[in-house]
């Protein structure tokens, strides 16, 4: 398996309203029917958001951005989407938002427990 590439910094302009949104990467307009869906999610520490944005057209796409920026492929393997997203977890960052958790007990996988929970917390677009 290959490991992703990192992703590029690109400026990023979302105007939504309640079943329509209008996406600009660096200032081109994406097509309205080829988006189907976005998660931006802004952890303030690890600094850039980052944004996922869920394809007609996957293959199709030509993508540029001022956030992280991931293309989720509807095709792809769920295992594969998660381990994605894992990979692109700042550990540093992760480990701070674990330890500084209201619930982090004092057992012995503690912290374990609270790295997992903010992980599943991140992973629903809660609380980074």
Request: glycine share 10%; proline share 6%.
């Amino acid at each position: 398996m290959t490991a992703p590439t990192e992703p590029t910094a690109h400026g990023v302009r979302i105007d939504a309203s309640p079943g329509h949104a209008s996406i600009s990467i660096d200032g081109t307009l994406l097509p309205a029917d080829q988006v189907v869906g976005y998660e931006l999610q802004h952890d303030i520490i690890a600094g850039l958001p980052m944004l996922v944005l869920h394809t007609r057209q996957p293959e199709g796409a030509v993508w540029e951005g001022l956030a992280r920026v991931a293309v989720a492929d509807p095709q792809q393997d769920l295992g594969e989407q998660i381990a994605a997203f894992i990979h692109g977890i700042n550990p540093a960052a992760v480990q701070g938002a674990a330890l500084g958790r209201d619930d982090l007990g004092n057992e012995k996988t503690s912290v374990t427990e609270a790295i997992l929970q903010t992980i599943a917390d991140w992973a629903r677009g809660r609380g980074a």
